[in-house]
Nanobody, 112 residues
Framework: VQLQASGGGLVQPGGYLRLSCTAS??????MGWFRQAPGKQRELVAG???????NYADSVKGRFAISRDSDKNTWYLQMNSLKPEDTGVYLC?????????WGKGTLVTVSS
């Protein structure tokens, strides 16, 4: 099983990005995104179970949205109204049968 994340980059405050994570080798029902900011603990940004059960960190509610395309075995993180404090490495994850899977991170930098 491999997870491939993409979509990070440099964006100005107030801007937007969409991250993608594509899984190969298995179909997942639990997936999401964590982020690792410099000097901070890794935190859950957004998670999804099934096709509609979602949860978000308080700091991103109303700005970020997680979604999935089951046909492509891909999930997304739409990030709007980005703030400098959203800067970090974003890692996608999935969970299946008691095993966690992680993709390599994609760097998001929010700066003017």
């Amino acid at each position: 099983v491999q997870l491939q994340a993409s979509g990070g980059g440099l964006v100005q405050p107030g801007g937007y990005l969409r991250l993608s994570c594509t899984a190969s080798g298995s179909i997942f029902n639990v997936m999401g995104w964590f982020r690792q900011a410099p000097g901070k603990q890794r935190e859950l940004v957004a998670g999804m179970t099934g096709s509609s059960n979602t949860n978000y960190a308080d700091s991103v509610k109303g700005r970020f949205a997680i979604s999935r395309d089951s046909d492509k075995n891909t999930w997304y993180l739409q990030m709007n109204s980005l703030k400098p404090e959203d800067t970090g490495v974003y890692l996608c994850y999935a969970y299946l049968h008691g095993v966690e899977y992680w993709g390599k991170g994609t760097l998001v930098t929010v700066s003017s």
